[in-house]
């Protein structure tokens, strides 16, 4: 097979049962008992003061009540960092024990910064030179290629899928269905997002960002009050 080098990510939603009129009816059921259904059938603009107000004071469980399933594609070490987060989510990712892995890898976009300066907890990055980019991006051609004509010889050789996919990078792309809530997903978004407006700082690293955008993007869609309130209350997970 033909390698393939890949500097982007996708996400895409292929399932949702998520809107803003999901956070109000769970939230007035304290006070409304089973008539908060009836929230179900109004116009949710109506309740942005109680969307806001849940947001800011952190009632979080009423976020909780929807659900958005996306299929990821990325490169391996995106997934590893991932799977830190596990409350509210649940994962199936494509396994190298039962397919034979395809020869799709990462390599930086020349707008990915590449140089890093500073100590653990006060990094900062910097784009480097034209020098640097092709230097990185040929190394790691290099020793894709290289794993992955080793996994090639070894399948060829009657070894196991699960034992020849030993030598290769984490830098391969896999696939993973990911189920998450709005408020899940505000925790995941809080940390592996980077934005001025934010309370608490965030340092991601720039490709589990990338995923974290689009995936933002979808939510957004979906329930744009409660992405509202999200961003005008700092951008803190209830």
Known sequence: MTAVFRSDVTVTLVRSAAGDADVLFAARVSTS?????????????K????????????HGTPFEHNSMTF????????????????????????????????????????????VQHGRPGKYEFSSGTPEQHAGTVKAMESAYRHSYDAYQEMLAAGIAREVARAVLPVGLFSSMYATCN????????????????????????REIEMVAERMEAEWAALMPLTHAAFEKHGRVAP
Request: proline share 8%.
């Open 47 to 58: 309740s942005t003061g109680l969307i806001n107000y849940l947001m800011r004071d952190r």
């Open 33 to 45: 008992g089973e008539a908060s259904l009836d929230e179900l059938d109004k116009d949710p603009e």
């Open 182 to 205: 709005a408020r899940s997903l505000m925790h995941f978004l809080s940390l592996r997002t980077k934005k001025e407006n934010a309370k608490v700082p965030s340092f991601p690293q």
């Open 71 to 114: 299929l990821v594609q990325a490169p391996i070490f995106v997934f590893r960092e991932f799977h830190r987060h596990r409350a509210g989510w649940s994962y199936n990712e494509e396994s190298g024990r039962y397919r034979e892995l395809e020869p799709v890898f990462y390599t930086p976009a020349p707008d990915r910064k590449l």
